[in-house]
């Protein structure tokens, strides 16, 4: 995931980011490559299922958010 960090609006469990501190190029891997490294790093973040349900909350579309792909994502998300 990728926020800017210097907005006011980050949501109180971007403290608990490990991704925070990684740089978003890590979670905006090149289509195709693995998000296996993504996805381990999201395993050992504290915040981690609040990211997730930010990411659903706000239907963000790109990237490992939560530990999940979009793909993944989508999977569970309501249908509308
Ligand atoms: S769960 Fe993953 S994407 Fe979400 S804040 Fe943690 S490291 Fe970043």
Not at 21 to 32: H, M, N, R, S, V
Request: a neutral charge; aromatic letters at 10%; charged letters at 20%.
């Amino acid at each position: 995931m990728s926020m800017n960090t210097t907005a006011t609006t980050a949501p109180a469990w971007y403290d608990l980011a490990l991704c925070a501190q990684t740089g978003p190029a890590f979670f905006f891997p090149e289509p195709g490559s693995s998000l296996r490294d993504a996805k381990r790093l999201c395993g050992a973040c504290e915040g981690r299922a609040a990211c997730l349900e930010y990411a659903l909350a706000n239907d963000e579309r790109f990237g490992v958010w939560g530990g999940l792909s979009e793909t993944e994502r989508q999977a569970l998300r309501p249908r509308r």
